[in-house]
């Protein structure tokens, strides 16, 4: 299933390293998400954004930025993270903000 | 109280049984909802919306009580494949249950 894409799958980063998630939907949705899964917790909406424009940030740290140049590409930029920050971060995309979600499979990210 | 809250289990079933689990939201408001299929270290997947009182696909059946607050989902003669958590979340408000986990065992 290629609906929502998500690269890296893994990554490895110091504290003091700049990455890069990347989120790409091929269903023609218009509305994508970044959601943060720590072990044992419930998913944790991060971000959304509907046509382009984000409409939510839930009390996000500044070292999580998002971009949304497009309606099918996302991305997660990453700087002077924590160990904390060590979690399972998934894409997901829908129809609209109120529609099912579709996810993508995630970027298993360990902050050392 | 939490928004959506939910059983965390472990459920342990053998092949063949009825199990059933809920989901409690707070939120009155909340008119439809979904449950998604987590299988380990995957990505959660669709698995059934709710939209009115209930809904059923094949062996799985997810009614909502409205007057409760709640929300389950049954599934009849479970398969070993059916192992996995499953989150349930109401429409629109991008949140979900920590999710109940089920293992169906031989």
């Known amino acids: 299933e290629t609906g929502v894409t998500q690269t890296p799958r893994h990554l490895v980063m110091g504290m003091t390293n700049k990455k890069s998630l990347k989120c790409e939907q091929h269903l023609g949705h218009n509305a994508m998400y970044w959601y943060k899964q720590s072990a044992k917790k419930p998913l944790e909406l991060m971000f959304v954004y509907s046509l382009e424009e984000r409409v939510e940030n839930n009390s996000v740290p500044s070292r999580f930025s998002p971009e949304c140049p497009n309606s099918s590409h996302l991305f997660l930029h990453l700087h002077t993270l924590q160990p904390e920050d060590s979690a399972l971060y998934l894409c997901a995309s829908s129809q609209g903000t109120g529609y099912e979600q579709y996810f993508g499979p995630g970027t298993r990210l360990t902050v050392t | 109280r939490k928004e959506v809250e939910q059983d965390p289990g472990p459920f342990n079933v053998p092949e063949g049984a009825t199990v059933a689990f809920n989901c409690t939201y707070s939120?009155?408001?909340?008119?439809?909802f979904f449950w998604y299929r987590q299988d380990c270290r995957k990505e959660p997947k669709l698995l059934m919306s709710v939209y009115s009182s209930g809904n059923e696909d094949g062996r799985f059946t997810a009614q909502l009580n409205r007057a409760s607050q709640y929300i389950s989902l049954l599934i009849r003669d479970s398969k070993l494949s059916d192992s996995a958590t499953y989150l349930c979340?109401?429409?629109?408000?991008?949140?979900f249950g920590q999710g109940t986990t089920l293992q169906v065992k031989p």
């Open positions: 979340g109401p429409a629109g408000k991008l949140i």
């Open positions: 939120n009155s408001a909340s008119q439809s």
